[in-house]
């Protein structure tokens, strides 16, 4: 996540729906605790990566797919007086 925490994530996730606003996702998520202003370019770097498994021509053998993307995530922070 470039924050030095690793998340991984299992099954295809949950579809957003509009009624659950801004909430974290139930089974896969992220929460970064600090602003990346001290990180170079200000921005966290990571990288997303994704692997698929299938049945391959059903020979009793599997065909996996592995792909990765980087990724940079500029985090803020607000501070609000209640």
Do not use: I
């Amino acid at each position: 996540m470039g924050d030095g925490t690793t998340v991984t994530c299992r099954g295809p996730g949950t579809p957003y729906r509009q009624s659950r606003g801004k909430a974290m996702s139930p089974d896969c998520a992220h929460l970064y605790e600090r602003p990346s202003y001290e990180q170079p370019g200000g921005r966290f770097k990571g990288t997303a990566t994704a692997t698929w498994t299938a049945p391959a021509l059903n020979d009793g053998g599997t065909l996996t797919e592995t792909r990765s993307t980087p990724f940079t995530a500029a985090v803020h922070e607000v501070q609000v007086v209640n």
